[in-house]
């Protein structure tokens, strides 16, 4: 059973920073893409930006374009996200997640063909 965790949400004020992290317990060998995704209340959950594992491959949401940086850092199995400029509209529950078959992480992402699953970290921001 896999299991990811999300740490590092917040509350903060816009214009500032925030980095998310994301510990797997699903090795390098074992997983084909990662990616974050956010949720706000009362809307359906949507890619954030994804990251091909063993080439590093990225790909982001066009909302996410610019001020969001996602990386992982394969030794210890940690995804991160860094959120610069955060904005009141960035208000979500984020979440980290994996899959083990994909050649394309953000279409697979926008398909819903992510299996495994964080609890999510709250990003608050005031304005």
């Known amino acids: 059973q896999a299991h990811l965790e999300e740490t590092g949400g917040g509350s903060v004020q816009a214009g500032g920073s925030l980095r998310l992290s994301c510990v797997s317990s699903?090795?390098?060998?074992?997983?084909?893409?990662m990616g974050w995704f956010r949720q706000v209340v009362g809307k359906e959950r949507e890619p954030v930006a994804t990251?091909?594992?063993?080439?590093?491959?990225?790909r982001y949401a066009d909302a996410a374009k610019g001020r969001f940086t996602i990386s992982q850092d394969s030794p210890t199995n940690t995804l991160y996200l860094q959120i610069d400029g955060l904005e009141p509209e960035d208000t979500a529950m984020y979440y980290c997640?994996?899959?083990?078959?994909?050649?394309?992480?953000?279409?697979?992402?926008?398909?819903?063909?992510?299996?495994?699953w964080g609890r999510g970290a709250q990003v608050t921001v005031s304005s």
């Open positions: 990251i091909k594992i063993g080439n590093g491959d990225t």
């Open positions: 699903l090795k390098n060998y074992q997983m084909a893409c």
């Open positions: 997640a994996a899959n083990s078959w994909s050649a394309d992480c953000f279409s697979a992402a926008v398909a819903g063909e992510f299996l495994y």
